[in-house]
């Protein structure tokens, strides 16, 4: 069945956002399909690391609060869940320190006992897993009666976009994610671990903060905040990243994991899409997406020679001095232990980085920066 994706335009987060959820619910049968009263609803935003909102980082905390209102509304049962970056630690008050850094502390103010701090977990058997045999998800998550996942629309410098597929990672608990970096450090094993664990969550319906999104460097410090005034909705995920795709001129080949998905005929491609479509064909990709072809000679050098080349010229993350502070989060995030904290600044061991560039999407200063060496 080809499934339908809506996208809305909203102007902002305050007047527009919940016209256009409203407007995409209905495209997509009501709410009242999805939620059930009495349902306990995980609601899953990116809260990626601490980050103010204005950052375009995380799952803006009043477009989660416009979905829990509408959960109550339907009689559900809400609560907000995420595991962040491996960077922060995974405790409860870690998560309450998230919760107020990201601003969901201030707008929930009368609601907080609904922001998650139960960090346990479960390990779930996955048959005919793509990859992983078996895998640890966050328990709260598991227990819910129904899953709304709420990313945000972003680059990533590895699998050059985080969406509605990759925001299903934070289900994964803590430090956990890290050593899935370290054990498929081919960027084509990796997605076929992110589909997996998107196959055991299930999420059932997908709303998208595009109002603000990320391009460049994302997802995280290194990013750049862009006015793209659109949410998203869809039942599928994988549907939601390929619409995602055409808007910003990318086809499903160009992003790893949609590429493992419909190799393994988890999605045909096709998909339905209803209500306002911009084109963002000036979207900035990240430095480290090298897929586009151009009459200029850099750009042909690197479509023609760079693939045979990558393993040599791939960007490696480096640290900008100036902007560090020793706080050790770089330290805590990389899988391999391949950076250590000096009397300056990090210093990162090249015979041990694998390139899996959690130190960069992590560092909470932007101060791991990504840079090729050039024949």
């Known amino acids: 069945m080809t499934e339908t994706v809506s996208i809305r335009k909203a102007i902002d987060y305050e007047k527009s956002l919940s016209d256009a959820i409203d407007k995409i619910l209905s495209d997509l049968g009501g709410i009242e399909r999805y939620v ?13 690391v601490f980050s103010s909102p204005s950052k375009a980082i995380v799952t803006h905390p009043l477009f989660t609060f416009v979905v829990f209102k509408k959960v109550i509304e339907a009689g559900g049962e809400p609560f907000v869940i995420d595991s962040p970056g491996s960077g ?16 969901y502390w201030e707008i929930f103010k009368d609601y907080t006992d609904y922001l998650n701090t139960d960090t346990s ?10 990859i992983l045999k078996r895998v640890d998800i966050l328990k709260p998550l598991l227990d819910a ?8 629309m972003k680059t990533h410098t590895l699998t050059f976009l985080s969406g509605a597929v990759k925001n299903m990672y934070g289900a994964v608990p803590g430090m956990e994610k890290t050593r899935y970096h370290s054990r498929f450090r081919d960027v084509h094993d990796f997605s076929k671990a992110l589909i997996d664990v998107w196959n055991v969550t299930k999420p059932g319906l997908t709303l998208m903060d595009g109002i603000v999104s990320l391009e460049g460097d994302g997802p995280a410090m290194r990013g750049i905040p862009r006015k793209t005034q659109v949410v998203l909705g869809s039942r599928d995920p994988l549907s939601m990243d390929l619409a995602i795709c055409k808007l910003i001129g990318l086809t499903y080949n160009d992003i790893p994991y949609l590429k493992v998905a419909i190799e393994n005929n988890l999605s045909d491609g096709n998909y339905n899409i209803v ?3 911009p084109t963002l064909n000036d979207f900035i990709l990240p430095r480290t997406y090298h897929g586009k072809i151009s009459i200029d000679p850099i750009s ?9 080349f990558s393993k040599f010229l791939v960007e490696k993350p ?11 989060v770089c330290v805590r995030s990389c899988p391999e232990k391949a950076i250590r904290i000096d009397k300056v600044s990090a210093i990162i061991d090249y015979n041990k980085c694998i390139k899996c560039y959690c130190c960069h999407e992590q560092c909470p200063e932007g101060a791991i920066d990504l840079k090729r060496i050039n024949l």
């Open 121 to 130: 977990k479960q390990t779930v058997e996955i048959e005919n897993g793509l």
């Open 275 to 277: 209500g306002e479509a």
């Open 318 to 328: 480096k640290v900008i001095k100036k902007k560090c502070i020793r706080c050790g």
């Open 145 to 152: 009666d129904f899953i709304i996942n709420l990313p945000k």
């Open 88 to 103: 922060i630690p995974f405790t409860k008050n870690s998560l309450k320190s998230l919760y107020r850094l990201t601003g």
């Open 300 to 308: 042909l050098y690197n479509y023609l020679v760079f693939p045979i």
């Open 36 to 48: 059930k009263k009495g349902d306990r609803v995980a609601l899953k935003p990116n809260l990626l």
